[in-house]
C-alpha cells in the first residue's frame, strides 16, 4: 500500500508543525493548570485548516485524504496531546453528521465544527462499562416528533467545554442489542443536561465528565440516520479515529525522545557526554525503532482507509500498540533525564500522564486484540 505524501499533505505537515511549535508547545504545560483548551486556539487551528480537512467542501471542509488529518494529529501531538484531540474529535464526529444527519442539521453544525467555532463531543461510554456499546441502557423514548433522553453518560471527553454531542442511546428493548442503538446530535445547552466533571491523573487541559439527561427533548430532525442505526455508525467511526490516536501519541512520544538525544549529549558524566555510553543510547535507539515502526502502521491504515479497503484489524492495532509503546518510550525518556526528569518542570511527567488516558479511553488493549482476533478468524474462515 503506496502512501507517499503528495504536495499538499506536506504543506499540511508544515502548517501544523509551525503552529504547534509557535503556539502550542509555550503554553502545553499552563493549559493542564488552566483545566480547558483556550477557544482562540480552536479557532486558530479551524482557520489554518486543521480540524476534519477531510470533510467534503460544502461543509467547509477541503476533501483532503484522512492521512491527511493523521498527519496533523502527529504534529499537532509532538507540541500538546491534548490540543490534538480537537482535531480527532472534528474528524470522528465530523464524518457521523456528515454521512447521517440530516442536510440542514449538518449545514447548521459541520462549517462551524471545521472553522473551531464550535466542539462536538461524543457520548457512548456509560457507568456499567465503556467497551460494551450493543447494550446501552440510556433511553431515547420517542412521542411524535420528538425524544425523550434519560439517564447518564460517563467518561465523555470535553463533555464540559463542547457545544453538542452525538449522542448514542437505546431507542429500542433491553434485549435488543445493537439493533436498538440510534445516534442524536444534542446541544449541550439543552434544558435538562448537565455535566459533572472527574479529577482525574491527567489530560486535564481536555477534562472528562459525566453528562446527565434527565428527560431532555431532542427533536425527530436531530436524529442521525435510521433509528436503530447508531451503532453501526460508531464503529465504523471508530476504525478512523483509532489510528489518528495512534499518531496523536506517537507525536506526544517523539517530543521526549528528541529531547532526550540533546540531552544525551549535553549532559558530561564521568567526563565524557552521556551519548558515549552505550547503556544510555540504547533504550533511545530501541524507542526510535518503535515509534517508527508503528508509525508506518498508523500511516498505512489511513492509506487503507483512503483506498477504500477492509482496515479495522490494522486500526484496532493502532490503538492498543501505540499508547503503549509511547508510555514506555516517555518513562524510559524521563528516566534518561535523571533527577531532572523527575521535576514537574520538565514536560515528560505530563506527556506520561496525558498518554496513558489513551491506553483506557476509545478502547482498552484487551478489546482491541479482541477484535483483530475476530478479523482475523473470520479471514480464516473462508
Not at 500538546?80 to 474528524?91: C, E, P, T, V
Not at 463533555?159 to 449541550?188: E, K, N, Y
Not at 499518531?247 to 512520544?253: C, F, N, P, R
Request: hydrophobic share 40%; glycine share 10%.
Amino acid at each position: 500500500m503506496s502512501y507517499d505524501f503528495t504536495e499538499d499533505q506536506r504543506a499540511f505537515q508544515e502548517t501544523a508543525r509551525r503552529f504547534a511549535r509557535e503556539k502550542l508547545a509555550p503554553g502545553y504545560q499552563r493549559r493542564e493548570v488552566e483545566g480547558c483548551i483556550d477557544r482562540g486556539l480552536v479557532r486558530e487551528m479551524g482557520r489554518l485548516g486543521l480540524i476534519a480537512p477531510e470533510l467534503p467542501e460544502q461543509f467547509g471542509g477541503l476533501g483532503a485524504p484522512s492521512l491527511t488529518s493523521g498527519l496533523i494529529a502527529e504534529a499537532i501531538g509532538y507540541a500538546d496531546i491534548n490540543a490534538a484531540y480537537i482535531q480527532i474529535l472534528g474528524s470522528l464526529n465530523g464524518k457521523i453528521i456528515a454521512a447521517h444527519a440530516s442536510s440542514e442539521l449538518a449545514r447548521q453544525w459541520l462549517p462551524r465544527l471545521v472553522s473551531g467555532d464550535v466542539i462536538v463531543a461524543i457520548g457512548l461510554t456509560e457507568p456499567r462499562g465503556g467497551s460494551d456499546a450493543a447494550h446501552l441502557a440510556l433511553s431515547a423514548r420517542r412521542e411524535g416528533d420528538r425524544y425523550f433522553l434519560k439517564g447518564e453518560k460517563s467518561s465523555i471527553s470535553m463533555a464540559d467545554q463542547a457545544d453538542a454531542v452525538v449522542l448514542f442511546a437505546r431507542t429500542g428493548t433491553p434485549d435488543s442489542g445493537a439493533r436498538g442503538v440510534s445516534a442524536f446530535l444534542v446541544p449541550m445547552n439543552t434544558p435538562g443536561v448537565t455535566t459533572s466533571r472527574y479529577n482525574d491523573l491527567g489530560s486535564k487541559a481536555i477534562g472528562r465528565s459525566s453528562i446527565f439527561f434527565d428527560d431532555v427533548v431532542v427533536p425527530i430532525e436531530n436524529r442521525l440516520a435510521d433509528e436503530g442505526a447508531g451503532f453501526v455508525q460508531v464503529m465504523q467511526g471508530f476504525d478512523f479515529s483509532r489510528a489518528l490516536i495512534g499518531l496523536q501519541v506517537l507525536g506526544s512520544a517523539q517530543a521526549s525522545l528528541d529531547e532526550s538525544w540533546a540531552y544525551v549529549q549535553e549532559r558530561k558524566a564521568f567526563g565524557a557526554p552521556l551519548s558515549k555510553n552505550q547503556g544510555v543510547i540504547f533504550p533511545l535507539a530501541e524507542a526510535e525503532t518503535m515509534l517508527e515502526a508503528i508509525r508506518q502502521l498508523c500511516y498505512r491504515t489511513l492509506a487503507l482507509k483512503d483506498a477504500g479497503k477492509p482496515h479495522t484489524a490494522e486500526a484496532a492495532m493502532c490503538k492498543w500498540l501505540a499508547p503503549k509503546t509511547a508510555v514506555d518510550v516517555i518513562h524510559q525518556c524521563l528516566l534518561t533525564h535523571g533527577h531532572y526528569g523527575w521535576s514537574l518542570d520538565l514536560p515528560h511527567q505530563q506527556r506520561l500522564r496525558d498518554v496513558m488516558g489513551l491506553e483506557i479511553g476509545d478502547g482498552t488493549a484487551q478489546i482491541m486484540k479482541l477484535i483483530i482476533a475476530r478479523e482475523k478468524l473470520k479471514g480464516a474462515a473462508k
